[in-house]
């Protein structure tokens, strides 16, 4: 995936300053103001041939998505993300679009399909070289987890489960 010289195209700084005002957008709520930014940042991003650029802003236009209910937007614009990562070769940026695609087929009742995106996933950050546990619902109990210090869990909790959580550590 290619990413420009910014010197090659002075646009690019501003597709970068809308994709960071989206995540502080998104930070503060307002999922609306944080989704036209990201589509602007992509329309410029395509325009100017930024794929790194606008991988960074697909993967975060897919929780605006979710957020907003979305799930066959989100999908799709997570499948592309992932497509592109492939082609980079990148294994935890393809392991982190597999556990979104993971996240999108269990809101959307698609079980299997979610435990295979999350087998793949793990495969992918293994082949990393990053340490990973699974807990929750889709494993072991959270609190029989020992990890070393820089493993990953990921761990799939319900929404009741974290009801009454104000805090949450390993």
């Known amino acids: 995936v290619e990413r420009p010289e910014r010197d090659a195209h ?9 994709y960071n005002a ?12 944080a989704r ?3 589509d602007e940042a992509i329309r410029i991003y395509e325009a100017i041939g930024d794929g790194r650029g606008l991988l960074n802003v697909r993967e975060a236009l897919v929780f605006i998505l979710l957020h907003s209910g979305d799930l066959s937007a989100a ?8 497509a592109d990562f492939r082609i980079t070769g990148e294994p935890l940026r393809i392991g982190s679009a597999l556990s979104v695609g993971t996240m999108i087929d269990m809101l ?19 082949a990393a070289g990053r340490p990973v546990e699974v807990a929750g619902n889709v ?3 959270l609190t029989s987890v020992e990890a070393p210090e820089d493993a990953w869990i ?3 909790l319900s929404s009741f489960q974290l009801e009454d959580t104000h805090t949450l550590q390993p």
Do not use: I, W
């Not at 002075?10 to 809308?18: D, M």
């Not at 989206?22 to 103001?33: A, E, K, S, Y």
């Open 10 to 18: 002075p646009v690019a700084g501003l597709a970068e300053a809308l």
């Open 22 to 33: 989206g995540f502080v957008d998104t930070l503060n709520g307002d999922g609306l103001r």
């Open 36 to 38: 036209a930014e990201y």
């Open 75 to 82: 999908r799709a614009v997570q499948r592309q993300t992932l």
């Open 108 to 126: 959307d009742g698609k079980f299997d399909a979610a435990h295979e995106s999350l087998d793949e996933a793990l495969a992918m950050f293994r």
């Open 139 to 141: 494993g072991r109990p």
């Open 154 to 156: 990921v761990c799939e």
